[in-house]
């Protein structure tokens, strides 16, 4: 084989693979435009992504009330403390 | 009669199921095991063969085991368009090799046969897995 028909053959081939390649790879990104469309769509999908919605929305809940319930704590110990206090000068101040 | 009807239909969901599960595994299964032998192949075995059957050629014998190194280079760089580069180019070689000896007239005949068939037809299932896998990460 002269080396002008192995140029020839070799641009024909690539040509010819590079069409093939563009005919298939269009194929899948329809095929996959569609899959996410399909997704976008499909209820079990929403239900999915509003079940996460909830859970971060729950999630958060739970960290703000963690918080107050430090702060609640915090302040019942400083009342108990304080009662305790006033009891006592109550207790002083009836003796005399 | 019946039990036989019903054995056949079992026999015949069983085999759907595996040819169901064996297109899956051609369709989303990790190609770089056989993208690594396709490269191989690229290497030692396609200038070798095409040398001894179809005699010296620069493109076939120079430029192919080039894209060969080109494609272990890809699959161990792990870079995804990278490696559809490097498959299709794999590809185009392994496309070229067939034409070449259908053009000589020794596809059917040549010691290597069928052989270029089965790769062509394996580098392009191994650059649409990519694709895909390509077309799912971006997608998510």
Redesign the interface.
């Known amino acids: 084989?002269d080396?002008n028909?192995?140029?020839i053959?070799?641009v024909?081939?690539?040509l010819?693979?590079?069409g093939?390649?563009k005919y298939?790879?269009a194929r899948?990104?329809v095929k996959?435009e569609l899959?996410?469309e399909e997704q976008s769509t499909n209820d079990t999908v929403l239900y999915r992504d509003d079940l996460r919605n909830r859970v971060e929305e729950m999630d958060k809940a739970l960290k703000e009330a963690n918080k107050e319930l430090l702060a609640l704590t915090q302040k019942v110990a400083k009342l108990e403390t304080e009662n305790s206090f006033l009891r006592r000068e109550i207790d002083i101040l009836k003796r005399n | 009669m019946e039990q036989l009807k019903v054995k056949a239909q079992e026999i015949k969901a069983r085999l759907k199921a595996r040819f169901n599960a064996l297109r899956d595994i051609w369709q989303y299964s990790d190609s770089q095991p056989t993208e690594i032998t396709l490269a191989v192949a690229l290497i030692f075995l396609y200038p070798t063969a095409t040398y001894l059957e179809l005699g010296y050629s620069p493109i076939m014998d120079v430029l192919g085991p080039m894209a060969g190194v080109y494609q272990l280079y890809c699959v161990s760089g792990k870079c995804l368009s990278c490696r559809v580069r490097a498959s299709f180019i794999t590809f185009s070689f392994y496309l070229l090799a067939t034409v070449m000896y259908l053009y000589c007239g020794m596809l059917f005949s040549s010691p290597t046969y069928l052989g270029w068939l089965v790769l062509c037809f394996s580098s392009f299932g191994s650059l649409k897995r990519i694709k895909k896998e390509e077309l799912h990460r971006k997608n998510g």
Do not use: Y
Request: proline share 0%; no cysteine; glycine share 4%.
């Open positions: 084989m080396n028909t192995q140029i053959l070799a024909v081939t690539l010819g693979s590079a093939i390649w298939a790879e899948l990104r996959a899959r996410k």
